[in-house]
């Protein structure tokens, strides 16, 4: 089903605002090439923070895309953030691309990990009604806390709905169950909330 969202990030609104609001004023008190300036600011801020909606696959069990980007590695791997053994999916955000982070599974937000002063990543651990486990890791490109989270822990996040921005892009790991039926392979393009990146089988 089609998510809904501002054509707009919230991260953005507030500096898209500011430089629209400059330029206005710009062009009604002091100079027209002011004010064209911060207006180009503004488009610039809005491409930046663009968040454009998608439709999400009505798949209860599938495994979205959290971010736009390519994928890197499909591979075995341990996750550590919560002690079991998973199948690592590594994604690259594109620099110039969408920014947005969605959730890959509807479930409860058990657990975040927020960056220490000695390191630039965040994770996020949802779990679906079944019990399934996903966690999912951004490693930001900026400096400072790489991604701007609006769900808090004990929070329900559907599949594929919008609940972070990452500066700048960056990396993403995203860690499933070892049953999950991968269906993405390195050097496919994944777009955020519409890609499957594997579907989770219950016996």
Not at 27 to 32: F, I
């Amino acid at each position: 089903m089609a998510q809904r969202y501002p054509i707009i990030a919230r991260e953005g609104w507030l500096p898209v605002a500011f430089f629209t609001v400059v330029g206005l004023y710009a062009w009604e008190r002091w100079s027209g090439a002011v004010a064209v300036v911060a207006w180009v600011v503004a488009a610039v801020l809005a491409f930046y923070f663009r968040d454009p909606p998608r439709r999400i696959p009505p798949a209860p069990l599938a495994v979205v895309s959290p971010v736009d980007g390519r994928v890197l590695a499909v591979e075995p791997a341990y996750d550590q953030r919560i002690g079991r053994d998973a199948v690592r999916v590594h994604l690259a955000m594109r620099p110039l691309g969408v920014f947005s982070v969605r959730s890959p599974i509807e479930g409860k937000v058990m657990q975040q990990w927020f960056p220490a002063a000695d390191e630039n990543l965040f994770a996020q651990w949802v779990q679906s009604d079944e019990h399934d486990d996903v966690v999912v890791v951004a490693l930001g490109r900026g400096r400072g806390r790489p991604a701007s989270c609006d769900r808090q822990s004990g929070e329900r996040v559907g599949q594929g709905q919008r609940c972070g921005f990452l500066s700048f892009g960056g990396d993403i790991e995203v860690f499933l169950p070892v049953t999950s039926r991968l269906l993405v392979q390195p050097g496919d393009h994944v777009q955020s909330g519409v890609s499957v990146l594997a579907r989770l089988v219950h016996k």
